[in-house]
């Protein structure tokens, strides 16, 4: 079993950032695929951003060059730098783990997620 928690959410302006982390509970993440997913209000969770323990990437298109995804497999921690925030961006974000690097498919494990506002 793998416990994800999540920090960093909160209140924001638009065009401002944020920068989430997450901290597993377990090694066995230090080969593990991590990421974030997302779920507005009303709408159905979707992937922000996955990470291989080697460094491969993937940005759903809504995100690509304004967040940023990065790991450290030793202090088993993942992060989410978010800049240029839009009102659209704001949810519950979620970490997750264990999965194959795709964006199509439900991971294993999540945090209990951190809420994410952007004010216009």
């Known amino acids: 079993q793998v416990q994800l928690v999540e920090s960093g959410g909160g209140l924001v302006q638009a065009a401002g950032s944020l920068r989430l982390s997450c901290v597993a509970s377990?090694?066995?993440?230090?080969?593990?695929?991590m990421g974030w997913f997302r779920q507005a209000p009303g709408e159905e969770r979707q992937p922000v951003a996955v990470?291989?323990?080697?460094?491969?990437?993937l940005y759903a298109d809504s995100v690509k060059g304004r967040f940023t995804i990065s790991r450290d497999n030793y202090k088993n921690t993942v992060w989410l730098q978010m800049n240029s925030l839009k009102p659209e961006d704001t949810a519950v974000y979620y970490c997750?783990?264990?999965?194959?690097?795709?964006?199509?498919?439900?991971?294993?494990?999540w945090g209990q997620g951190t809420q994410v506002t952007v004010s216009s």
């Open positions: 990470i291989s323990w080697t460094g491969d990437i």
């Open positions: 997750v783990s264990h999965m194959d690097l795709r964006l199509d498919e439900s991971p294993k494990y």
């Open positions: 377990a090694r066995t993440v230090n080969t593990a695929v």
